[in-house]
């Protein structure tokens, strides 16, 4: 039987799932919205307005999803982990009112106005309304990528009576991972909308529409993509080597190094075992993780026997982060291939349209891999070496936890379904409205 | 205590108390066209749906604040009310989820699925409106527990979600014309009714609850100014129904009337609640001072708001500005 504590672990874990999957798409999605209703208000072009008028549903929709699972968890601080808010909340507390203050208010009142106002407000209002839900969704980001981070990498406090006490709120803002972090999951959400914008004008091309505006979403995301794949990789290793530095355990974890060695092999697929502390079917590239941790073949790398009883879970760490960075590459593959032949020949071939089709949720995946490897890696913390996460949960009853825990999970599929369901039929009426007019020319010649 | 371990405490009780009130009345009435929402009537639905779409996102962001603030302010009584109202804050939840939600699938989805998200649409604003009067019912009985105390945050669920339902039709008559408007103004007079009622009987058991907040009303002088409230509130009704009586008027003459006595209400109500509890935060358990966080914390997140308070304030009203004058069928994009 589950007790209270992995039920609120499964509940919160629930909940972050679902929510991250919809601020992954807005926060960037926003900003090429700007794009779109800048290049319409350069070139008169109304495709760039029909683009902003389609991605703008879609945009309200994830941002609706992403509001209310947002408040859920708001509330879940209070109700399963009141040992959060009491020791750290001197620290959290800020930073969320942060978020609040300069944020949220920012996103909610000027996304009226992005959506319903733009009969009632000038252009250039209306873009510049669209400009500070782009601000707002991205400030959202920063205050609350800089609270985890601070949960990862605690900085600038000083513990008394068992609870936290801030020193310096520069030091605890940019505390030493929150500028990795930070960057990294911005570029995740830019990979993210780019895939979607990408993958969903594949779809409306392979369904028959080949209007300009679908010409100029597919080419939009399928260079936003191209060119942001590098840098994710390059930021993601830079990220990986201060994790090295301030969260040995999670890396070991990542790595599948059970015990501290020096030329320690890349393992490419291993089933680690907890029970033996080995990892079962593996095939390594020999100096592998070493070149990549240390930069230097014979580097010598902390192995999670020098964490003992304070190691996060070997198997979802490990994994996670291979999901990740699979996916990272097949994005790289699939994106330059695409910007080739768009730079090329002015289109893409129908197999790789069909590759851009299938990876239309690939930032999703990467993501949610990606947020995995770092959260289950914080564990058993849930602030990293202050308090752990066992020491934090709620003394509320288990069956409320559990029939709270179950409806959560039921809505939430539900929930996505109807999301994915919306978002496809979306593209299909907007094919079919495209093809309406030729449909209609084709019958006047007719007659 | 003095000095700011004293006063900042106060600042932010009051903070989040403008935050709790803001709330109740700007959420409360689009939560109130939720519950309102006649399923019969479909050709009503868009045009009450239109007028709060510019606005429902950004009212729900008071609950936020105000949620954040006990969080930011008073993080012991944040995980004791929440720990209490365990199951009742899942409701809430659960509703505004639906509710959100619904409001955007509807205008997306294949309009054969918009009877289900209109459904799913009304039901969370019901949901969420008599969770918030659950916990509301549950606070003032102090968390005593027991039937009685249930049975009471029942009845307080009943009654706020008629508040809300009253202030909601009261923004449909400011908002709508000719059927609509004419309809919800029947429905103003049938909610202000029921809510009249809810008002009575909060006010009569709250001071039974604790012989603090019995003192606090009625022991001499201050019993005479307080009076004022009571008297307030039956003026603001009595109006009402005097203008609902001879409704509608030609040229829509005093369409604002109802929306400014229910907001009148809405305050004084939220006024007598404030005067009885404070300085507490969990009645009789936990004053503001015993579950305030450090005073550099606090100090920390005053400069912000201080600065970010005003500004939010005057982007809102501008926002309602722009979005002025009779709800016309939404145009998406």
Redesign the interface.
Known sequence: MLDVFMLSRIQFAANITFHILFPTITIALCWLLLFFKLRYDRTGNTAWMAA??FW??IF??S???G??????M??Q???NW?GY??TV???A??L???E???A???E??????M???????SNRLHTVATALVAVGTSLSAFWILALNSWMQTPAGFEMRDG?A??LD?VAIIFNPSMPYRVTHVLLASGLTAAFLVAGISAYRLLKGDSSSEVQLTLKTGAYLAAILIPIQIFVGDIHGLNTLKHQPAKVAAMEGVWHTETAVPLQLFALPNEKTQTNDYSISIPRGASWILTHHGDGEIQGLNEFAGEHPPVMPVFWGFRIMVGVGLLMLLVSWSCSLQLWRRGKIAPLWQRALVAMTFSGWLATLAGWYVTEIGRQPFLVYGLLKTADAV???ASG?VL??AI?YVL?YIV?IV?FL??LF??ARKAVSNDLEPLATTAKEAKL | MSGEAYWLPVIFVVLMGVAILIYAVLDGFDLGVGVLLPMGKPEYRNIMIASI???W??N??W???A???L???F??A??????Y???P??F???G???R??A???RA???ADYQNRWDRCFKAGSIIASMAQGYMLGIYVTGFSGGVLAIGFGLLSAVCVTAAYAFIGACWLILKSEGDVQRWAAKRAKLTAILMIIGVMVVSGVNPLMSTEVFDKWFSLPQAFLLLLIPLLCAILFVTLFMYLRHFPYNNDFGHWVPFSCAVGVFILCFLALAYSYFPYIVPGKLSIWDAA??P??LR??LY??AV??PS?MA??IF?YR??RGKAQA????
């Open positions: 902003y008028r703008v549903k309200a929709l941002f609706a999803l509001v209310v699972s947002g408040i859920t708001s509330f601080f209070g109700t009141p808010m009491e909340g001197n620290i507390g800020p969320l009112g942060y609040v203050l300069t949220f208010f920012l909610a009142t000027f996304l009226g106005i959506l319903y106002g733009s009969n009632r407000v609870v006490y801030p709120w709620t003394s509320t409320n029939f709270t409806t809505l929930l109807a369901h919306t039929y979306l | 779409g510019p606005f996102d950004a729900e962001t609950l936020v604040l949620v954040g603030l969080l930011i302010a993080p012991s944040h995980s004791a009310v929440l720990g109202l365990y199951l804050a899942f809430l939840l659960f505004l989820i639906l959100g939600v409001f955007d699938f997306k989805a294949h966080s450090a550099e914390s920390f997140i912000g708001a970010v308070l939010i982007y809102t926002m722009i979005f939404l145009s998406y994009y």
